[in-house]
C-alpha cells in the first residue's frame, strides 16, 4: 500500500509543516515515508508545495506523476494540482480561501473552511493542522495518535505550549470529515 | 537506533560528524545552505571548526590546509561553486591529501537554476581541474544511502590518501527521509606524512610540485597505481530486478530511484525490465555492467543531463546490446511516468 | 684557547643552497625569518606555506615541515592549517602578485578575521619567476614586460598600497613596512618579523611585515644600483613603517 500527496498553498499557510507531520507520523507507524519540497524563488512568496509518499515498501521514486491526494490552500494550487489527481483521488480544498469548484467530476472532493475553523478555535494559524484533521480522517493514512506524536517532536520543547491548540485543530479537522 | 526525519543535506552533515570530521569549510550557495548552516551549527558542540569562507576558492584551500596537518575536513558547495573549486582538488589530489567534498548539483551550464541536476558527472568523474588525477564519486539514491556514502567517502578518502566526493543532487538534498546515524570512526595512520612541525625527525613536505618532470613523472605513475587499485577493489553499484531482465535501465543518484518505480511499472505490465545503479561514478562498475549487457537486448540510460555517464556505458557495453538514452537538463526532474513512456515507446509498445 | 661562537648558520635554515639571483633580497629575508623562528624557539612547531613565484621553492629552503600553496592560497591554506592545529605556528611566504594580485580576497579576509598566522609579503614590484610581467605594485612609469610603455593610470591603474589597505582591518595585530638594503634595515626588519610572530604566538591577530626588495634581473640592473633604485623610487611610493602595532615593547 502506498499513499501519494501534493500539499500546496501560499507560503505561510504552513503546507511544509503539515507534509512533515504527515511524514514524520507515518515513520513512527514504521512505514516507509518520504517528504520532497519546492524550492527556490518559490518559496518567497509564491505558492509552495510538497510531496509526500507513505509506503508499506521502500520509497522508489519521491515525485509522482498523479498524486493519489492534493491537499490545495489556495486558489493556484488548486488550478496547478488538480488535474494531475489520480483518478478517484482525494481533492482537499481549503474553501475559505478557493472561492470556486473543481472542474473534474471523477475525484473526491472535500471541502474543509480551515480558515474560518481555525479562527473559531481561536487562532487562524492552526489552519493547515484543521485540514491535516480532515486528511487523516478521510483517507486514513495515520491514526490520530501518530499524528499528535509527531506534532509533539516536531514542536519540540519551545513549542510544548502550542500543542494543545494543534491538536485541537487536528480534531475539529476529523469532526468536519465526520471521522 | 532510533529512526529520525532529516533533510539530505542536514545528515550528510551528522554523518561527517559521526565519521570524525572536525573541519568545515564553506560558502553559501543554494541548494546546500542546510548542509553549511547545520555545520556551523553542531561543529562547535563538538569541539570542532566551522568557517564561513570568503569564497570557494579559499574553501577549498581551507581545506587543503586543514588535511596537510593531519586532520579530516569537508567542504559542500554546489555546481557553480565546485567550478571554483577544480584547482584546489587538483592541488590536493596531487599532494596526496584525504579530504572530503560535497556537490549538490544544479541546473546549469552557467549561473543556471537552482533545481536538481545531473550535469556535473563530466567534472566529477572525468576531471574538472587541470592534470591526470581522479575523485573518488559517490553518488547515493536516499537519505540513509547518503549517509553511509559519506562515511564511506571519509574512509576512502583516508584510505587513498585522495579526495572523495559526495555527488547528489538538490532533490536529495532537500528531501526528508528517516535515517539511522551511527558513529562510524575509522581511525588512520597519518603520522608518516602529516605537517606536524619538525620535531625530532627531518622536515617534511606536503607538495603538489615538481620542477624535474622525470620526477613529477614518478609522482604520476604513483598516482595512477592508486587509481589502479581503487578500479579493482572499489566499484560498488546495486541491481534491482535484472536476475531475468531483458530491459536493463541505468541511472544513478536519484534518477536511479525514480528508475525503481519505472521497474515497478515495467513489471506490473508484464515487462521484464531491471535496474542497474551505479553507485561509485569512480571508480565506474563497468565490468558488472558489462555483464548484465550480454544478457538484454536494450540498455536505457537515464539521466539528469544530457548524457554524461551515458559515455561510461557504452564503454562497457557497445556493441554488445542497444543502448539508448533519456535525458532531462536544466533542473527538470524526470517522472516514472515520462520515462515509462519513452521505455514503451522504445520497445514499439506505443 | 676557548672560541666563542660568533656567527652561525640558523637552526631553521635547511642546508639547500639558495637559487635566486645575485642581489635578490629574498636570501637575506630568509635568513632573518630562521634566526626569528630560532630565538623564539618555535622551529619544531612552525610551517611555512610558500607561494607560486619566485619563493616558491622556499619551503626547500628551510628546516621546517611545509607546502607550497596554489598561486595566491597561502593565506587560505595557511587558515586552514592553523585552525585544525592552533598549537601549531604557520607563516606564509608571498610575493606582490601572490599577495596582492590573484590573493587579493584571501589577503584581505585573513587579515580581517584576525587569523593567529604571520605573513611575510615581499614587495619587488614585478612578477620574478614568470620573466618580468606587470605587479599590481608596479611603480608608475615602470617598465615591465606586459606594461612595455610604462605603468600609466589611466591604463594600468594605480600601484597598490598593501599596508595602507590593510591597516584599516581590525583583525591586523601587527603591520610594518621594511626594506633590506642597508645593513641597518636588516637589523630593523628583523625587529618587525619577530613582532609580526609575536601577534601570532600572543594569540592577539594576524601580523604581516612588506618588505620592498629587489629583482636586479628583471629590473635589469646590478645589485648595488638595485639596492639604490629601492631608496630613490621604491620607497618614495612605499613609505616605510609601522602601521599597525598591539604586540607593545618585548620585555
Known sequence: ?179 | ?350 | MEYKVAYRMPESLSKKQFSYCPGCHHGIVHRLIAEVIDELGIREKTIIVAPVGCSVFAYEFFELDGTVAAHGRALAVATGMKRARPDLVVFTYQGDGDLAAIGTAETIHAANRGERVTTIFINNAIYGMTGGQMAPTTLLGMKTTTSPHGRSPEREGYPIHVCEVLKELRGVAYLARTKVNTPKDVINTKKHIKKAFLAQLKDIGFGLVEVLSTCPTNWGMDPLKAGRWIDEYMVKEYPLGVFVDKVGEEK
Open chain 2, 1 to 350: 537506533m532510533k529512526k529520525i526525519m532529516m533533510k539530505g543535506t542536514e545528515a550528510i552533515g551528522e554523518a561527517a560528524i559521526m565519521a570524525g570530521c572536525r573541519n568545515f569549510f564553506g560558502y553559501p550557495i543554494t541548494p546546500q545552505n542546510e548542509l553549511t548552516e547545520y555545520m556551523a551549527r553542531r561543529l562547535p558542540e563538538v569541539g570542532g571548526c566551522f568557517l564561513q569562507a570568503e569564497s570557494e576558492v579559499a574553501a577549498v584551500n581551507m581545506i587543503y590546509g586543514a588535511a596537510s596537518v593531519g586532520k579530516r575536513a569537508m567542504t559542500s558547495t554546489s555546481s557553480p561553486g565546485f567550478s571554483l573549486m577544480q584547482e584546489g582538488i587538483s592541488y590536493i589530489a596531487c599532494a596526496q591529501l584525504p579530504a572530503v567534498f560535497v556537490n549538490i548539483v544544479r541546473g546549469g551550464p552557467g549561473l543556471g537554476d537552482i533545481q536538481p541536476s545531473q550535469g556535473d558527472y563530466f567534472q566529477a568523474t572525468k576531471g574538472g581541474g587541470h592534470g591526470d588525477y581522479r575523485l573518488i564519486v559517490l553518488a547515493p539514491s536516499t537519505v540513509q544511502e547518503a549517509v553511509t556514502l559519506t562515511e564511506l567517502a571519509f574512509e576512502l578518502a583516508d584510505k587513498y590518501r585522495n579526495p572523495a566526493l559526495v555527488l547528489a543532487d538538490g532533490l536529495l538534498g532537500q528531501m526528508m527521509e528517516p535515517v539511522e546515524i551511527e558513529e562510524k570512526q575509522v581511525s588512520y595512520d597519518n603520522s608518516s606524512w602529516a605537517l606536524t612541525g619538525a620535531k625530532d625527525r627531518p622536515p617534511r613536505k606536503v607538495t603538489s610540485f615538481n620542477i624535474d618532470p622525470y620526477e613529477l613523472e614518478k609522482m604520476n605513475l604513483k598516482l595512477q597505481e592508486k587509481y589502479r587499485k581503487m578500479e579493482q577493489e572499489e566499484p560498488r553499484w546495486e541491481e534491482f530486478q535484472t536476475e531475468d531482465a531483458d530491459v536493463l535501465l541505468v541511472a544513478y543518484g536519484t534518477v536511479g530511484r525514480i528508475c525503481k518505480s519505472v521497474v515497478r511499472m515495467a513489471r506490473e505490465a508484464g515487462l521484464k525490465v531491471g535496474l542497474f545503479r551505479p553507485i561509485t561514478l569512480y571508480p565506474y562498475p563497468y565490468k558488472p555492467l558489462e555483464e548484465l549487457a550480454k544478457h538484454v537486448s536494450l540498455i536505457l540510460t537515464v539521466e539528469m543531463s544530457s548524457g554524461q555517464m551515458l559515455e561510461d556505458v557504452k564503454l562497457a557495453a557497445l556493441r554488445l546490446t542497444r543502448i539508448e538514452f533519456y535525458g532531462r537538463m536544466a533542473g527538470v526532474v524526470p517522472t516514472p511516468g515520462e520515462i515509462f513512456d519513452h521505455l514503451m515507446h522504445l520497445i514499439g509498445r506505443r
Open chain 1, 1 to 179: 500500500m502506498t499513499l501519494s500527496f501534493v500539499l500546496a498553498g501560499f507560503g505561510g499557510q504552513g503546507v511544509m509543516l503539515m507534509g512533515q507531520i504527515l511524514a514524520q507520523a507515518g515513520m513512527q507507524e514504521g512505514k516507509n515515508v518520504t517528504w520532497f519540497p519546492s524550492y527556490g524563488p518559490e518559496m518567497r512568496g509564491g505558492t509552495a508545495n510538497c510531496t509526500v509518499i507513505i509506503s508499506d515498501e521502500p520509497v522508489a521514486s519521491p515525485i509522482v506523476d498523479t498524486p493519489d491526494v492534493v491537499v490545495a490552500m489556495n486558489i493556484p494550487s488548486l488550478l496547478k494540482f488538480e488535474p494531475k489527481l489520480k483518478k478517484d483521488g482525494f481533492l482537499f480544498l481549503n474553501s475559505s480561501v478557493i472561492d470556486r469548484k473543481p472542474s473534474r467530476n471523477n475525484i473526491r472532493i472535500i471541502e474543509v473552511p480551515a480558515n474560518e475553523i481555525a479562527d473559531k478555535i481561536g487562532n487562524l494559524k492552526v489552519a493547515n493542522m484543521v485540514m491535516l484533521g480532515a486528511i487523516i480522517a478521510a483517507t486514513k493514512c495515520v491514526r490520530k495518535e501518530s499524528v499528535a506524536s509527531a506534532l509533539e517532536y516536531k514542536l519540540g520543547e519551545k513549542g510544548s505550549s502550542l500543542l494543545k491548540l494543534n491538536i485541537e485543530a487536528i480534531e475539529a479537522g476529523i469532526r468536519h470529515v465526520g471521522g
